[in-house]
């Protein structure tokens, strides 16, 4: 098959190189990064022009294409390549507002009951500062859209809760957008990641993993997009994907369905499982990064397969996913300064002799080639290095082997990914209800109220 992958991260990398390993196709990739090149042929395009990457789709004859960032599916890229005929995975423009307004998430998910944190959304600084009392500390203050992993401060201070709420208002104002910021409810309980892949009807679920988004080692620091990942989660409740696919996923599909805007592509399912059980953190519309390089590393079906049957809507007739015993363990190496202003064109050496270890392989992130075809640092993630071991401390092992042979001036990674898993949670605990059966419906429609 031919098929043409958009997108420049280690997620794109994961993607390509998984696709590679699967069989015979001619791939290619917009604009990719240094790492995709060993795989496939890099073109230049700008990933959100919805007609550039049709036309370049149409170029190189792809019968696939695979969108990885959410920027161009929330601009409407998938429904212009569908438009020119061409098969494409990712959610219409519609569908990826979902991940592009927490808002209307929250919307979605109080129409399909899917249990969510209670959320009101502040237009005002009067409505911002009410919110923040009424639901009280830990504050959650998230902004209105999109903001890699870095519009959420979650705080006790409420001094610093109320300034990023400001801030959020004040920035959407400045870019004419309605401005709008969301407060809600703190979810206690570990987080996990659900990608779930969906052809508008069907819902197929992958592997479960974890995502560590603080940057600093102990969770400490501010949140980023993701510092590392593992999967499998050998301490959740046996029966978490079963509770997700049915109380999460396939509702708010079958909601999206409703609406005459079926969601065709990843629905990320980013989930709390806290005491009172499973709540949805977030939605995104598309692979979550780092978590993708953990997931594809343990997924023996040929990815095609799965990408093709959900694009061209016969996931019903995809047999049932087939995945590596292994443990896969990725850690980030991220630039000097991330996730704040980082620094670029940092010389980055021992990416071949981190590759070359057994049960390592390194994806590129922020990566570069300079006039001298160097490998130097050109964003804030720089790399994503994966090991893959009989369970997640092997794992974990061989991906900090794979680490330590990198040298990146001024780079730091956090050295506590899947060191500690949180206490093992039984099937009846955190998936269980509470003693009020209307609770979570509650809780939803309180949101719904809110977005009136
Ligand atoms: P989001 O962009 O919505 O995924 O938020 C980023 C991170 O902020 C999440 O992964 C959580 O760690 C944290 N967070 C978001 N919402 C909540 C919440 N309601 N309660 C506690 N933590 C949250
Ligand atoms: N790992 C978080 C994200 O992809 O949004």
């Known amino acids: 098959m031919r098929i043409l992958v958009i997108g420049q991260g280690a997620r794109e990398h994961a993607i390509v190189r998984s696709l590679a390993q699967g069989g015979e196709h001619e791939l290619h990739a917009a604009p990719g990064n240094p790492g995709i090149a060993a795989l496939a042929t890099l073109h230049e395009v700008e990933a959100t022009d919805g007609a550039a990457v049709a036309a370049l789709a149409a170029e190189v004859g792809a019968e696939l294409v695979v969108v990885g960032p959410e920027a161009p599916l929330v601009a409407g890229v998938a429904d212009a390549v569908r438009a020119a005929g061409i098969a494409c995975f990712g959610p219409s423009a519609e569908g990826a507002a979902l991940e592009g307004s927490k808002a209307f998430a929250k919307e979605v998910m109080a129409a399909a009951a899917v249990p969510t944190a209670m959320a009101h959304v502040?237009?005002?600084?009067?409505?911002?500062?009410?919110?923040?009392?009424?639901?009280?500390?830990?504050?959650?203050?998230?902004?209105?859209?999109?903001?890699?992993?870095?519009?959420?401060?979650?705080?006790?201070?409420?001094?610093?809760?109320?300034?990023h709420g400001l801030a959020c208002l004040d920035r959407r104002s400045q870019s004419g957008e309605r401005p709008a910021v969301v407060v809600e409810e703190y979810l206690?309980?570990?987080?996990?990641?659900?990608?779930?892949?969906?052809?508008?009807?069907?819902?197929?679920?992958?592997?479960?993993?974890q995502d560590f988004k603080r940057a600093l080692d102990g969770d400490e620091g501010p949140n980023t997009g993701g510092m590392g990942a593992y999967s499998p989660l050998t301490w959740a409740p046996a029966d978490l994907v079963e509770q997700v696919m049915t109380r999460v996923a396939q509702p708010t599909v079958d909601e999206m369905r409703r609406r005459g805007t079926p969601f065709a592509g990843v629905l990320y399912c980013g989930l709390a499982l806290t005491s009172r059980g499973?709540?949805?953190?977030?939605?995104?519309?598309?692979?979550?990064?780092?978590?993708?390089?953990?997931?594809?590393?343990?997924?023996?079906?040929?990815?095609?397969?799965?990408?093709?049957?959900?694009?061209?809507?016969?996931?019903?007739?995809?047999?049932?996913?087939?995945?590596?015993?292994?443990?896969?363990?990725?850690?980030?190496?991220?630039?000097?300064?991330?996730?704040?202003?980082?620094?670029?064109?940092?010389?980055?050496?021992?990416?071949?002799?981190?590759?070359?270890?057994?049960?390592?392989?390194?994806?590129?992130?922020?990566?570069?080639?300079?006039?001298?075809?160097?490998?130097?640092?050109?964003?804030?993630?720089?790399?994503?290095?994966?090991?893959?071991?009989?369970?997640?401390?092997?794992?974990?092992?061989?991906?900090?082997?794979?680490?330590?042979?990198?040298?990146?001036?001024?780079?730091?990674?956090?050295?506590?990914?899947?060191?500690?898993?949180?206490?093992?949670?039984?099937?009846?605990?955190?998936?269980?209800?509470?003693?009020?059966?209307?609770?979570?419906?509650?809780?939803?429609?309180?949101?719904?109220?809110?977005?009136?």
């Not at 830990?138 to 109320?162: E, I």
């Open 122 to 163: 502040c237009t005002t600084e009067t409505e911002l500062v009410e919110a923040l009392d009424a639901f009280g500390a830990p504050y959650v203050v998230k902004d209105d859209g999109l903001a890699a992993g870095k519009g959420v401060v979650v705080t006790s201070d409420r001094a610093a809760a109320l300034a």
């Open 188 to 209: 206690d309980g570990p987080e996990v990641s659900l990608f779930c892949v969906c052809d508008g009807q069907t819902v197929v679920p992958l592997a479960p993993a």
């Open 278 to 452: 499973v709540r949805v953190v977030e939605f995104n519309a598309r692979f979550g990064d780092p978590e993708t390089q953990v997931v594809l590393a343990r997924l023996v079906t040929p990815l095609s397969e799965v990408l093709m049957a959900a694009a061209t809507g016969e996931l019903d007739t995809l047999p049932p996913l087939r995945w590596r015993d292994d443990a896969a363990v990725t850690v980030v190496v991220a630039a000097h300064g991330y996730p704040g202003t980082v620094r670029a064109g940092d010389e980055i050496e021992g990416v071949a002799d981190a590759d070359a270890l057994a049960d390592v392989h390194v994806l590129h992130a922020g990566t570069a080639r300079n006039g001298e075809g160097t490998l130097v640092s050109a964003g804030g993630r720089v790399l994503s290095v994966v090991g893959v071991g009989a369970d997640v401390d092997a794992a974990r092992e061989r991906a900090y082997a794979g680490v330590e042979a990198i040298a990146l001036r001024g780079s730091h990674h956090r050295t506590d990914i899947a060191a500690r898993m949180p206490e093992p949670i039984a099937a009846d605990d955190a998936t269980a209800e509470t003693d009020d059966p209307e609770d979570d419906i509650h809780s939803a429609m309180l949101s719904t109220e809110d977005l009136r």
